[in-house]
């Protein structure tokens, strides 16, 4: 009995000097002033998507530290260290993911955060499109370059390049405007530039495709050429599609009209049969051989519309045919008896 209460005391004993040694570590790291930890990364500007670590570290390289990393108020995971900073890996998925995070240290009851660190997130460049104009002159060649990147988070920085090597200082644009460089060659030859853009993003630079400008001589300027030639075959096009058109609303309404006439000449008078151009009632020979009586004409009256929408009156008349006395024959040897001829009286 004696033995156990004892032990029961001398672990009480035991547990009070270990808690005030812990508070008098405590107290006496705050009199030496414990610093907070430091919470950095290699890059602050990250993409979407991207994979990023940050480092907690602490600059007393002595103890057993504890690390924590929140985010807000999110734990995102602990790890222990000591003398050298511990490692948390990131995925910055979205703006929700950019910051703030922050880092605790923590040695026994005694612990510290580090500052605010955020993340930014930006938009990489997209591959740039070069522009040149070149004036000619009897002894100069007046160059301009255009560069501009139509996406990717601004500020954005700019270089031209001849070749490999670059020709102009660092153009940072804040607008989303193209980056001008002008130069001028006395003899100009066969030279190639492209440009490049960067914001940023570390180690992330878009470069434009090389542009080649060909060696003139004289007044000739055979560059100029080529880029007059999209303008050329553009106005062109718009030469035959104008062509096109005025045919198309020229005969269209000739075509239109002619089957209009044709449609309105189909048309009958009575029930005479229609013939090309000339309309007549024949009435064939009576039986007897009795003279047929004169007899007036009819008349018919019709109309039809040309393609301007005139009007046209046509008549058709009735021949009548009226039967005469034979003529004196003719001493042929050929004539044959038979034959009557008659008069038409309209």
Known sequence: MWSHLNKLLFWAMLSSVTRKTAVLDCKAMKTNEFPSPCLDSETNVVMKGQNVSVFCSHKNKSLQITYSL??????LGTQDGKAKPVIFNLSITGPHESGPYKCKAQVYNCSKYSPDFNFIIADPVTAPVLNITVIQTETDQHITLLCLSVSGSLPINYTFFEKH?????VISKYNREPAEFNLTRKNPGEEEYRC????????????SQPV???????D????????????LLLLLLVIMVVIILILAFWILPKYKARN???NNLARDCGAAPMEAGIYANIHQKQEKKESVPEVGSRLCVSTAQDGAGHSQELQYATPVFQEVAPRQQEACDYYKPGYVYAELTF
Do not use: D, W
């Open 260 to 262: 209009a006439m044709r």
């Open 212 to 218: 080649v400008m060909p060696s003139t001589g004289g």
């Open 165 to 169: 090597a670059a020709i102009s200082p």
């Open 220 to 231: 000739s300027c055979p560059f100029c050429l080529k880029l007059l030639l999209p303008g």
């Open 196 to 207: 490049g853009a960067k914001n940023r993003l570390p180690n992330y630079t878009a470069y």
């Open 70 to 75: 929140f985010r807000s108020k999110t734990h």
